[in-house]
């Protein structure tokens, strides 16, 4: 077979899988509709594990990904009327679980601060010893405060994606490939997103580094 009609076959492959989805989908969504609650209890046993894996690898703890999963579920429940019928409903399952698990590590993570000890304790290191008769110097102790909450307001200002692609990058050190799956682009996007995003917080930090940098 010629590499132009193994391509086509691919291409055939993949749309007849959609084909196969959408209507797996609205066969079920037709039943819901129809007070046949059955219908509700397919999908989400079709959709169910995919979902904890997709909120998993973002979030990476057990409870809350629980906790995403279940209200992801609420909300597919609560919008049986909106939805349509004819299309495959994973893109709108994908990007609810995602933006939920996104808002989750935004409200929670830029706040987390874990200690010296705490971090050492966990990676089984006895904390180093701190010279008592050499502190931080105050004035750098405040520059470094102001930093994190300037951060902190900085990410919360960007547009959804850009501070979407952030959180995942740098928060959960996701990979591009990942990352552009969740957010359903292209790598390349990503990387422009991410450019975008970092151009904006160094404009907005650069006053408080430079302080910091002078005090070195």
């Known amino acids: 077979m010629a590499v132009g009609e193994i391509a086509l076959a691919r291409t ?35 959709y169910e ?3 904890y894996c997709l909120i998993r690898r973002i979030v990476r703890n057990e409870q809350d990904s629980q906790d995403i999963l279940q209200e992801t579920l ?31 590590l935004r409200k929670m993570k830029p706040g987390r601060t874990v200690s010296l000890e705490e971090k050492q304790e966990s990676e089984g290191k006895e904390p180093e010893r701190i010279d008592e008769q050499s502190p931080e110097d105050p004035r750098k102790r405040t520059i470094r405060k102001q930093l994190e ?36 682009c292209k790598e390349r996007t990503v990387g422009t997103t991410l450019f975008a995003a970092r151009k904006k917080l160094m404009e907005e930090l ?11």
């Open 149 to 184: 909450q300037r951060l902190i307001e900085a990410m919360n200002r960007l547009p959804k994606r850009q501070q979407a692609a952030m959180t995942l990058r740098c928060l959960q050190d996701l990979s591009m490939h990942e990352i552009a799956e969740i957010l359903q």
């Open 49 to 51: 594990r995919p979902l």
């Open 12 to 46: 055939d492959s993949i749309i007849t899988e959609e084909n196969v989805s959408a209507t797996a989908d609205t066969d079920l969504l037709k039943r819901w509709k129809r007070g046949d609650l059955s219908g509700f209890d397919a999908l989400m046993s079709r």
């Open 206 to 216: 650069e006053p408080l580094l430079a302080d910091l940098l002078s005090m070195s």
């Open 74 to 104: 609420v909300r597919l429940y609560r919008s049986m009327d909106r939805l349509r019928e004819g299309v495959s409903l994973q893109p709108w399952l994908y990007r609810t679980a995602s933006n939920l698990a996104i808002d989750h």
